[in-house]
Structures are given as structure tokens and as C-alpha cells.
């Protein structure tokens, strides 16, 4: 994983309720096991018509939204448990998706392949999402140290698991973590 501790992005609202992880990345497209190319699918049933043409007033091909931030609307990733979810949303670009709610295994998957989900309450997500929908060139500050989103419609604060912190800040994942921690562990089994 790439180390996170601060971004600034433009971002992508994405004003939908309840996106479950089939509507994310659907069944279809699991049959991979390599975390690369799911980003060509991510809500491949929101951004294609049957035909396969784009559709256009899907907000992921909006040209006047941008940025490595998806700001989605309450309950982000419900449903399945499937991880693929994240790879997809890595894989397409997005390092930070901001709700008001995050599905527990979502999120948790999230943090374990670089994906930040950066849960703030519903009244801030409310203005946050006006405020893109209005005006799409602007930028989100998220600030992972100080635990902190700051827009042009306020700062907010965010919760997150102390160790998830850790990892993310120092681009680890669980065995990156562990072998940051060998000397201490050799220290630790000679004195025993």
C-alpha cells in the first residue's frame, strides 16, 4: 500500500443512498483474483446502458466532476462482503470515499487495501454534496493525522482505528506491520 497522510482532491458526489457492494462492482465481473482491472467495472451497471454505450448523466462520467474523493450518499457498501469492492475502487482511482454510514466489513475492507472511508454526520454530507453538485472545481482537504476533512462548507472530524491509522500512515498492510515490529519481537522472544 502507498502511504496516506494527506490529501487534496476535487471529488466525485455521488448523491445515492444505500450502494451495495453488487452495485459497486457487480457479480459478474469476480471471476479475477488479481486486484488489477476491477476499476474498469466499478458501477459498470450505473455507467454503461445495456447497449454498452456510456451514460452520460451517471456522475462518473460527468466531466465536471473529478478527483480521487467519492463522496456517496448514506449506508456505502452494504450488502455482500466481497472485497472487490475496495480493489475496485482503488483500482479506478478513488483513495477517499466520504458517507455519512459505511457497511462494517466495507469498511473494513477498505482500510485494508488504502482505501480511506471518512464517515462524517448526515447534515455535513448533506451540505458537502450541495456544495459539489454546485460547484464542482472544488477541493476537499483530507488530513488523516489530524483526522479532519476540510471544505469550503466547514471541517469535520472522523473516527478511525488507531492501528488502520497506523498501517495507512506508514503504507502498511497486517504483515508490513508485523515486520516493522521484528526487533522488538526478537527482543522480546530472547528475553524468554
Known amino acids: 500500500m502507498e502511504k496516506f497522510t494527506k490529501l487534496t482532491s476535487r471529488a466525485?458526489?455521488?448523491?445515492?443512498?444505500?450502494i451495495d457492494t453488487d452495485q459497486i462492482i457487480p457479480a459478474r465481473f469476480l471471476k479475477a483474483t488479481d486486484k488489477l482491472g476491477f476499476g474498469d467495472n466499478v458501477f459498470r451497471d450505473w455507467r454503461f446502458h445495456k447497449?454498452?454505450?456510456?451514460?452520460?448523466?451517471?456522475?462518473?462520467?460527468?466531466?465536471?466532476y473529478r478527483g480521487s474523493i467519492l463522496v456517496a450518499g448514506d449506508n456505502f457498501g452494504c450488502g455482500s462482503s466481497?472485497?472487490?469492492a475496495a480493489w475496485a475502487l482503488v483500482d479506478y482511482g478513488f483513495n477517499v470515499i466520504v458517507s455519512s454510514f459505511f457497511?462494517?466489513?466495507?469498511?473494513?475492507?477498505?482500510?485494508?487495501?488504502?482505501?480511506?472511508?471518512v464517515q462524517v454526520s448526515a447534515a455535513y454530507l448533506k451540505k458537502l454534496m450541495a456544495h459539489l453538485q454546485e460547484n464542482p472545481t472544488s477541493e476537499i482537504v483530507v488530513n488523516l493525522e489530524a483526522q479532519?476533512?476540510?471544505?469550503?462548507?466547514?471541517?469535520?472530524?472522523?473516527?478511525?482505528?488507531?492501528?488502520?491509522?497506523?498501517?495507512?500512515?506508514?503504507?502498511?498492510?497486517?504483515?508490513?506491520?508485523?515486520?516493522?515490529?521484528?526487533?522488538?519481537?526478537?527482543?522480546?522472544?530472547?528475553?524468554?
Not at 466525485?12 to 444505500?18: I, K
Not at 447497449?51 to 462520467?61: I, K, M, P, V
Not at 466495507?106 to 487495501?113: Q, S, T
Open 12 to 18: 466525485v458526489p455521488l448523491d445515492t443512498e444505500n
Open 51 to 64: 447497449d454498452g454505450s456510456l451514460n452520460t448523466t451517471f456522475a462518473l462520467n460527468n466531466a465536471k
Open 82 to 84: 466481497r472485497e472487490h
Open 103 to 117: 457497511a462494517d466489513i466495507f469498511k473494513g475492507n477498505a482500510l485494508n487495501n488504502g482505501l480511506l472511508p
Open 148 to 192: 479532519s476533512i476540510e471544505t469550503t462548507v466547514g471541517t469535520a472530524t472522523f473516527d478511525i482505528d488507531p492501528y488502520k491509522k497506523t498501517c495507512m500512515m506508514n503504507g502498511y498492510d497486517d504483515i508490513d506491520y508485523l515486520m516493522s515490529k521484528k526487533d522488538q519481537i526478537t527482543a522480546f522472544e530472547a528475553q524468554n
